[in-house]
């Protein structure tokens, strides 16, 4: 909810004009900070917010779940003493399913 108002007032050099008002920063956890500007361009005040919203976190990756689990189930096959032909197929089966969840193309 970060928020800019622009007009005459404070100087923010990103915008074409430079002139700036008003001037909103969430911190993310509920609270904030106002700072209001005079004529001048210096602040005339500021104050703090409470009660804003709280963005939910980041959902899980599930890629991270998959590639997790082929590497387990890389590193058990090396435990064993499978065949050769048994290591390479897991091992093929276990590249070709990081590839399609990495979004490349096998």
Not at 43 to 69: R, S
Request: net charge negative; aromatic share 4%.
């Amino acid at each position: 909810m970060n928020e800019t108002t622009y007009g005459p007032g404070g100087f923010d050099p990103s915008h074409p004009n430079g002139n700036i008002i008003e001037q909103v920063v969430d911190h993310g956890d509920g609270t904030g900070l106002r700072t209001t500007y005079g004529p001048d361009g210096q602040v005339a005040g500021t104050e703090a917010l409470t009660g804003l919203p709280i963005p939910d976190p980041p959902a899980a990756d599930p890629a991270a779940g998959v590639l997790a689990a082929v590497q387990t189930a890389r590193n058990e096959v090396a435990g064993y003493a499978a065949s050769n032909g048994t290591r390479q197929a897991v091992e093929a089966l276990a590249t070709a399913v990081e590839t399609l969840v990495q979004g490349d193309t096998p």
